[in-house]
C-alpha cells in the first residue's frame, strides 16, 4: 500500500508488475470469508480522499471514530476493559487510517484471484505485528477493502524523488536500510515473503524517522517453493523470470525467500546513491541485462565498507545470498565501527519474541552461504556477479460514491 500526496499508480499492479496469480488455482465461485473479529463496522468509518491507485487496487485516506471500550475489546486488554464498564463511560477516539480498496470501479466482478488474495492478504497482515510492519487495523468484505494505519510521511519513493539529486545522510541510510531487514527479518521468521519490496512500499512516519513495509498483496507463506513469476522487474530477482528463455511445456522455475534479499539489495543501493536502479532501461530491457548478462547497478561511488554485504545479497546464487538476520548484524555493525554510533537498544520484550519467531522458523538455516560471501569486492558500471571469486554452495460507474452513499452517509 502506498501514500503520497496525490493520486499515483503506487498501490496494486501496474505495467511494471507481475501479479504472481499463477501460484494456485481457484475456485469460480469461491467468496470472500473472513474471520468476524477482523471486519470493520461501517458506522465507525469515513473516507476523505485518495492518496494512491494502481491496476487493482487504490487507497483512500479515511478516518476512524469509535469508542473507547471498543478499541479494548479489539485490544483484548481484560482489564481494561472491566475497568471501564465499571466506570459506566463511553470515550471516543478518531484516528486516520489507510483504506485499501480492491478493484474500486468494479467490485461486482472482482475475479476469483483477487478474492483469494485479498483474504490471504488480510489473514497475513492481521497476524503479524512488528514496529517496522504497518499495523493492520480491520477489513470488510462487502466491499473488499483493507483498513491500516496512515503512514503520514509518504512512501521512501517519493521522500528520495523529493530530495534529488542529493542523498540522505548516510546514517540515516543506514537507519532505514534497518527497519526494513529487521521487518524482513521478521517476516521470514514467519513464514512470509513479501516479493515485492521496493521503495514504493515503504512508507515513513509523519517526522521521516522510521520506516514501516506495507502491501502484502504479493506476499506468500509456507515452506514449499514459489514458482509464479511476481514483483515489479527492476527489483525482481533473476530466478523470479520466466520470460527470458522459454520454459517447456508445464515447466516452471523455482524461488525461495531469497528473492527477497536481492529486492533488498536494489533498495539499500538506491538509498545510498539515490539514484534510478537500470535508469534509462525498458522493463524488458532490465529483464534480459540482469538474467542473461548479470548486470548489476554500479557499486563505485558506495561505502567500500557496505560494498561486500550489497553484492552478496544480489548475487546470481540465491544460496550464497545472507538471510535478514545477517544483514541486520552487518548494519549494526556498520555503525558502530564506522559511523562510531551505538544504535537505539530494543526492548528486551520485543528480543524475547524476536527470539521465538526465530525459533519457530520454517528450516531457515541461522547462517547462510552469503556470510562467506561479504568479503567480496566488485567494481564497474556494468557487474558480472558471476565473475567473482567462487564459493562453495550451501544447501539452502463511480463505486466510491455508491459506496459512501450506502455506507458512510
Avoid at 8 to 19: A, M, R, T
Avoid at 146 to 173: A, F, N, Q
Avoid at 235 to 257: C, F, I, Q, S
Wanted: with cysteine; charged share 25%.
Amino acid at each position: 500500500m502506498s501514500h503520497s500526496n496525490e493520486p499515483s499508480n503506487q498501490s496494486g499492479i501496474n505495467s511494471n508488475e507481475n501479479d504472481g496469480n499463477g501460484d494456485e488455482n481457484v475456485a469460480q465461485n469461491e467468496k470472500i470469508t473472513i474471520d468476524q473479529s477482523l471486519l470493520i463496522d461501517f458506522e465507525h468509518l469515513s473516507i476523505d480522499f485518495m492518496i494512491g491507485q494502481g491496476a487493482q487496487s487504490s487507497v483512500y485516506k479515511g478516518s476512524i471514530t469509535t469508542n473507547l471500550l471498543y478499541l479494548l475489546n479489539k485490544s483484548e486488554d481484560l482489564s481494561a476493559i472491566d475497568s471501564l464498564k465499571k466506570l459506566h463511560c463511553i470515550r471516543y477516539k478518531t484516528m486516520d487510517v489507510a483504506v485499501k480498496v480492491i478493484q474500486p470501479e468494479e467490485v461486482s466482478s472482482v475475479s476469483p484471484e483477487r478474492k483469494v488474495n485479498f483474504v490471504r492478504e488480510v489473514m497475513m497482515i492481521s497476524r503479524v505485528k512488528h514496529d517496522n510492519l504497518v499495523e493492520f487495523i480491520g477489513a470488510s468484505t462487502e466491499p473488499p477493502f483493507i483498513v491500516t494505519e496512515l503512514m503520514k510521511g509518504g512512501s521512501l519513493k517519493d521522500y528520495l524523488h523529493k530530495m534529488r539529486p542529493s542523498c540522505p545522510d548516510l546514517e540515516r541510510s543506514i537507519s532505514f536500510a534497518l527497519d526494513i531487514s529487521q521487518g524482513m527479518e521478521f517476516l521470514h521468521a514467519n513464514g512470509i515473503i513479501h516479493r515485492d519490496l521496493k521503495p514504493a512500499n515503504l512508507l515513513l512516519t509523519e517526522d521521516h524517522m522510521k520506516l514501516k513495509l506495507a502491501d502484502f498483496g504479493l506476499a506468500r507463506e509456507g515452506e514449499e517453493m514459489m514458482t509464479a513469476e511476481a514483483g515489479t522487474y527492476k527489483w525482481m530477482a533473476p530466478e523470479l523470470y520466466n520470460t527470458v528463455e522459454p520454459l517447456k511445456r508445464g515447466e516452471k522455475t523455482h524461488y525461495d525467500h531469497k528473492v527477497d534479499i536481492y529486492s533488498f539489495a536494489i533498495v539499500l543501493w538506491e538509498l545510498l546513491t539515490n539514484c534510478t536502479p537500470f535508469k534509462g532501461m525498458s522493463c524488458m530491457q532490465t529483464i534480459y541485462a540482469v538474467a542473461t548478462k548479470n548486470a548489476r547497478p554500479s557499486v563505485d561511488k558506495l561505502p567500500k565498507d557496505l560494498v561486500p554485504l550489497i553484492e552478496s545479497c544480489w548475487a546470481v546464487d540465491p544460496a550464497l545470498r545472507p538471510e535478514f538476520t545477517e544483514i541486520t548484524t552487518t548494519l549494526l555493525d556498520f555503525l558502530r565501527t564506522t559511523l562510531h554510533l551505538a544504535p537505539t537498544e530494543q526492548p528486551q520484550q520485543e528480543e524475547d519474541a524476536k527470539t521465538e519467531q526465530q525459533q519457530q522458523s520454517h528450516g531457515q538455516e541461522a547462517d547462510s552461504a552469503g556470510t562467506r560471501q561479504l568479503n567480496m569486492k566488485e567494481s564497474g558500471e556494468v557487474v558480472d556477479v558471476r565473475k567473482s571469486p567462487s564459493r562453495r554452495r550451501s544447501s539452502t460507474p463511480n463505486y466510491y460514491s455508491c459506496f459512501g452513499r450506502c455506507f458512510l452517509g
